[in-house]
T-cell receptor
Framework: TQLLEQSPQFLSIQEGENLTVYCNSSSVFSSLQWYRQEPGEGPVLLVT?????EVKKLKRLTFQFGDARKDSSLHITAAQPGDTGLYLC??????????FGTGTSLTVIP | DAGITQSPRHKVTETGTPVTLRCHQTENHRYMYWYRQDPGHGLRLIHYSYGVKDTDKGEVSDGYSVSRSKTEDFLLTLESATSSQTSVYFCAISETRGNSNYGYTFGSGTRLTVV
């Protein structure tokens, strides 16, 4: 099993604040994906990053893939209550299988 | 929506009984997956399929079997349910081109309780 560690495990912030969550591994991944999951639903894909050092922006969300392709971060600017959810990273190994982290549970308080 | 449905959404069953969960897709994707999600463990792959009658094991396959007789249907069977199999089960499909997986689309999950 290729371990993906996410931090923090839980995060509660006020609306309008900025935050960063992290996804770290000792393994190299060919690509990495971020998902958001709401209670009672399946995860929904937010982004895929492929190249080391790659930065992708999705409105107020900024995703970065580490240069060595072992880690990634998700930064949210001016968080809103609609950002509340479980954020999961998933790394793809050379066998085209994805391994999921345990997630960061984010609560944005209005 | 991506056209992936799971049934049932909730099920309570007794230890030792067989249970089958169904996943149905309308996207004609080749790859289908079964995951379980547990607190502290995230999503773990049980089995996956890369075509009709073509399946392979994931990291937590013990106690589970799968079948895929049609492109659109992927069944997960617990031959003799145990309490450790109480979990939320997710089916997923993925679009792949060559060696690249372009991301999963997940169903809404089945919450299974084994008592």
């Amino acid at each position: 099993t290729q371990l993906l560690e996410q931090s923090p495990q839980f995060l509660s912030i006020q609306e309008g604040e900025n935050l960063t969550v992290y996804c770290n591994s000792s393994s190299v991944f060919s690509s990495l994906q971020w998902y958001r999951q709401e209670p009672g639903e399946g995860p929904v894909l937010l982004v895929t990053v492929v190249t080391g050092g790659e930065v992708k922006k999705l409105k107020r969300l900024t995703f970065q893939f580490g240069d060595a392709r072992k880690d990634s971060s998700l930064h949210i600017t001016a968080a809103q209550p609609g950002d509340t959810g479980l954020y999961l990273c998933a790394g793809e190994n050379t066998g085209n299988q994805f391994y999921f982290g345990t997630g960061t549970s984010l609560t944005v308080i209005p | 929506d991506a056209g992936i449905t799971q049934s049932p959404r909730h099920k309570v069953t007794e230890t030792g009984t067989p249970v089958t969960l169904r996943c149905h897709q309308t996207e004609n994707h080749r790859y289908m997956y079964w995951y379980r999600q547990d607190p502290g463990h995230g999503l773990r792959l049980i089995h996956y399929s890369y075509g009709v009658k073509d399946t392979d094991k994931g990291e937590v396959s013990d106690g589970y079997s799968v079948s895929r007789s049609k492109t659109e249907d992927f069944l997960l069977t617990l031959e003799s349910a145990t309490s450790s199999q109480t979990s939320v089960y997710f089916c997923a499909i993925s679009e792949t081109r060559g060696n690249s997986n372009y991301g999963y689309t997940f169903g809404s999950g089945t919450r299974l309780t084994v008592v």
